[in-house]
């Protein structure tokens, strides 16, 4: 996976095995990234942190060759230890048991410091906002706790009660009774609540997050502070032993793994530290158990190809997950504006089975669920769409595509191959015409037509001349497999490129008209 860094070169993240030590921060051993320079010059790596993308966030930031001093070493361990929690794990679990014990309506929960309050400490929060607690809100925690709101390194996006609970009824149909919940708080509470209610059979659950604030909530089994971009345990070795117990299947008790990692997370140290964690559970089962641990990895569509490099057994589903406090990734929305967040999977696609009347389809060819609109092609003989929309077959390439801007105005031509291209754009492609029968053959280009009986200005009409000033507007190109050294490319519009000052759009649409 590549993190673009300029015009001429880029930042690769290096996953480490063995070596030297990684230097640390507050969020655990730091990873190594490397400084590609695609023009021939040298390459260097580099330290940074692993779960925060601004250096405002965390300030860590080392060379690989860098060598550095004992009094920096020793700043950096005393600023690590100030922005330790205020409490460890084993004292936030004997506060819980305390707070149980207090009487209902001294059960007081402070706002601004996001802490359950034991009696004696209301004077200390005194001046910030709290509010009392109810049996249910310690049930459900994420419904109490203020989510984490910074996009660049820890923002948090909760589950809709309608794709949690999915989930949940998912994974009991299959047969799991342990869920390791990675990041998926949501999914945790609805499993405690399940458990309660005493009408089906008891599911275990263990959630690894990196907001510690959960650690209040759980007992030492069922919460590890854990950061998912560098596999690191923030207690040391306490953990380890909680996890290889959970994951140790006995009584025929199945475990699977649900991870919903940030979406502006790197893909492949996520997809090394669910690795480990397979490993880890391989480890620990018999030798007729499958060679992978059952895993469902919630992320956005759009990052298939760089999943599937990392963790290629794995399937993309067309379940649109949704979110409670996400603008825009919610159940209902259609066209370019549903969730795109998907279930990537190494379960059989035809087990999982999706909701009918939400819109889901079996398809008998590809023996899977799919959208309603995701169409099955004969020719690529697949379900295509990846975006909820319904997808085309496109000659020319050979695969199906998405909507063509085309398509949504009204009024225009028939789109048709072009004879020899008057225009080849960077990395090759092939030109398109539009076409009306009875009507002159109109060439759309960005520079000035070639002067012949095709496009020569005694057969442009005043209204092809206007049709070529909205040509930049119009003109798609379609960058084939087969011209593009076999890679399948979006097909997307010239305009949605950067747009140009004012000087070079009229420059642009003067080079389009003919002399």
Not at 104 to 114: A, H, I, M, R, T
Not at 161 to 187: E, I, Y
Request: charged share 25%; glycine share 6%.
């Amino acid at each position: 996976m590549e993190v673009s860094g300029g015009n001429d070169d880029s930042v690769e993240v290096v996953v480490q095995e063995g070596g030297d030590p990684a230097p640390r921060c507050v969020h655990g051993p730091a990873l190594l990234f490397e400084k590609v320079c695609k023009g021939g010059g040298r390459s260097r790596r580099f330290y940074a942190c692993s779960a925060c993308r601004d250096r405002k966030d965390c300030s860590l930031f080392q060379w690989e060759d860098e060598k550095v001093s004992e009094s920096r070493r020793l700043a950096r361990e005393a600023e690590n230890r100030s922005k330790r929690p205020l409490f460890t794990q084993q004292e936030f679990c004997s506060r819980f048991v305390k707070f149980l014990s207090v009487p209902p309506e001294e059960k007081k929960f402070c706002e601004d410091c996001q802490l359950l309050l034991l009696p004696g400490e209301g004077d200390a929060h005194s001046s910030h906002r709290s509010t009392v607690v109810t049996a249910t809100q310690l049930r459900r925690p994420s419904v109490l706790l203020r989510p984490l709101d910074n996009k660049k390194s820890n923002a948090q996006f909760l589950f809709t009660d309608r794709s949690a609970h999915f989930l949940l009824d998912t994974l009991a149909a299959l047969g799991f009774r342990r869920v390791l919940c990675v990041g998926t708080p949501r999914l945790q509470e609805l499993i405690s609540l399940r458990n309660l209610d005493q009408k089906q059979d008891p599911m275990r659950s263990l959630l690894l997050d990196i907001d510690f604030r959960y650690a209040q909530f759980y007992s030492r089994g069922e919460f590890c502070h854990y950061n998912m971009f560098n596999h690191h345990f923030f207690d040391g070795g306490a953990s380890g032993p909680v996890l290889q117990a959970f994951l140790t299947e006995s009584d025929g008790e199945k475990v699977v793994m649900v991870a919903d990692p940030p979406f502006g997370g790197l893909v492949k140290p996520l997809a090394n530290s669910f690795s480990l964690i397979s490993q880890t559970w391989k480890k620990l089962q018999s030798s007729d158990s499958p060679s992978e641990m059952p895993m469902m990895w919630i992320f956005p569509y759009f990052f298939e190809p760089r999943i599937l490099a990392c963790l290629p057994s794995l399937t993309m589903l067309d379940y649109q997950v949704d979110y409670d406090n996400h603008p825009l990734y919610k159940q209902g929305k259609t066209g370019r504006k549903q969730s795109p967040v998907r279930l990537f999977t190494n379960i059989s696609p035809r087990d999982v089975v999706l909701p009918q009347e939400e819109g889901y389809r079996f398809c008998s060819v590809c023996q899977r669920f799919v959208w309603s609109l995701n169409k099955h092609c004969s020719r690529c003989n697949v379900c295509p769409s990846k975006d909820g929309r319904e997808w085309k077959h496109c000659s020319l390439c050979d695969t199906c595509v998405k909507p063509c801007i085309l398509e949504t105005l009204p009024g225009l031509w028939t789109l048709r191959a072009a004879g020899p291209p008057v225009w080849t754009p960077p990395g090759g492609g092939r030109l398109l015409q539009l076409w009306q029968p009875g009507a002159q053959t109109q060439i759309l280009s960005n520079q000035r037509p070639p002067q012949g009986p095709q496009a020569s200005p005694e057969t442009l009409t005043p209204q092809s001349r206007t049709r070529s000033l909205l040509s930049k507007r119009v003109l798609c190109w379609f960058p084939c497999r087969h011209q593009s050294g076999g890679r399948k490319v979006s097909h997307h519009p010239l305009f949605k490129t950067k747009r140009k000052c004012g000087v070079a759009r009229r420059a642009r649409k003067e080079a389009a008209l003919p002399l």
